[in-house]
């Protein structure tokens, strides 16, 4: 099954749709060049196939704003496990919750997250809390 790429705007809450594409490195020019439907916003690249497989974070200084990361490229990472992540920094554990926090996931906040809940599939848990 062929992807399609869109580039989603986390400085919306719930995050937004801005553009769709049909390569990542579309997506990726898009940020980069400027968003003009969303300058200075944090914007991030889903790719979906069937459904959200990866989500990209671009590199920090191609966005209006967001985390400051590091890396040059688009660093990709399966919903799966931001799923996880997600789940972990609301955990009831105060450990995990902990451990989460010292991990330093530089890409993934746990509010830019919380925003990324549609994609993520966690719509109902994050209603339920406050
Ligand atoms: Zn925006
Ligand atoms: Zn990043």
Redo the contacts with the bound molecule.
Sequence with gaps: MSSNFYVL?V??DPAILSTEHRAGGDAADTIKTGSTL?PG?DLVIEEVSGGPVEIGCPPATSRGSGPRCYHSDVRWVEVQWLRMLSRAYTSADPKVADAVRQGRFTCWPQERLHRLRGSLGIEDEARERP
């Design positions: 705007c400085s919306h969303h916003c």
